[in-house]
C-alpha cells in the first residue's frame, strides 16, 4: 500500500508557503486532526437529504466552482479500493490574506478519488498522503456533528495513516474533512468561523447491479 512519511508529507505542505502570513492562513486552513470515522450500516442514505453532486458542490470558501467535476470511479467488481486522503486539489485564496506574495494555486485538500462507487462488501481503505486531514462520515455525524470519528495522533511515530471500512449495504455514504470540508462553521482565525473551507468532501455510492 502506498505510503508516505508524515516529515516528507509536511515538507511537500511547507513548500507552498512564501510568506509569514501565508505560513499562518496555510497552518489555519490545515489545522485538523487525522481521524476515523465509522461508517455505520445504517447509514444507508444520506439523511438529510442530499446526493452526491449536491454534497460534493456546496460553494467552499477557498475554491472555485464546481469544487466537484471529475465523476465518479467506477470500481464496482473490485473487492478492496484505495482512496488516498489529502492529494493536491486546486484552491482560491484571496490575495489580501498574502500581503506581499502570491496565494498558493493549490494546497494538499483532495481525496482521490472523490466520489467511487463499488459493489457491497467492498473494502475502502482510506490512506493519508499528507497529514492533519480525517474521513469523517457525513450521516453518522447528522446529529452529532461534535463527533469526529476515532482519533489517532498523526504526528506520533507510530501513528497509523489508514483506515478501512467494508460496505455491505446499498446506498450513498458521504463523507468530510474536519475541518476542511465541515457542513457547519467552524473557527478560522483570519475570517472568524466558515463552513466548508476548500471542499475536501467524499462520496462512496454502493450499487447492486
Not at 15 to 26: A, P, Y
Not at 166 to 177: I, P
Request: aromatic fraction near 10%; proline fraction near 7%; glycine fraction near 10%.
Amino acid at each position: 500500500m502506498y505510503r508516505r512519511s508524515k516529515c516528507t508529507a509536511h515538507s511537500e505542505h511547507m513548500k507552498l508557503q512564501r510568506t509569514s502570513n501565508r505560513r499562518t492562513v496555510l497552518k489555519t486552513v490545515g489545522t485538523g486532526i487525522a481521524a476515523s470515522a465509522v461508517f455505520t450500516s445504517s447509514a444507508n442514505a444520506d439523511k438529510r437529504g442530499k446526493g452526491i453532486g449536491a454534497f460534493l458542490n456546496a460553494e467552499a470558501v477557498f475554491k472555485d466552482r464546481p469544487v466537484w467535476d471529475s465523476g465518479v470511479a467506477d470500481k464496482t467488481g473490485e473487492s478492496a479500493v484505495e482512496v488516498l486522503v489529502g492529494t493536491l486539489t486546486s484552491v482560491d485564496i484571496p490575495e489580501d490574506l498574502f500581503p506581499g506574495g502570491d496565494p498558493p494555486e493549490q494546497g494538499p485538500f483532495g481525496y482521490d478519488p472523490r466520489a467511487v462507487k463499488v459493489s457491497p462488501g467492498t473494502e475502502v481503505t482510506w490512506t493519508w498522503v499528507s497529514g492533519h486531514h480525517s474521513v469523517t462520515s457525513y450521516n453518522a455525524s447528522a446529529d452529532s456533528p461534535e463527533d469526529h470519528g476515532q482519533e489517532f495522533d498523526d504526528h506520533s511515530e507510530d501513528a497509523q495513516n489508514t483506515f478501512s471500512h467494508t460496505f455491505d449495504e446499498v446506498g450513498t455514504y458521504l463523507y468530510f474533512c474536519h475541518p476542511h470540508g465541515t457542513p457547519y462553521p467552524v473557527p478560522f482565525g483570519p475570517l472568524g468561523e466558515v463552513p466548508n473551507h476548500v471542499g475536501m468532501r467524499g462520496a462512496v455510492k454502493v450499487v447492486d447491479d
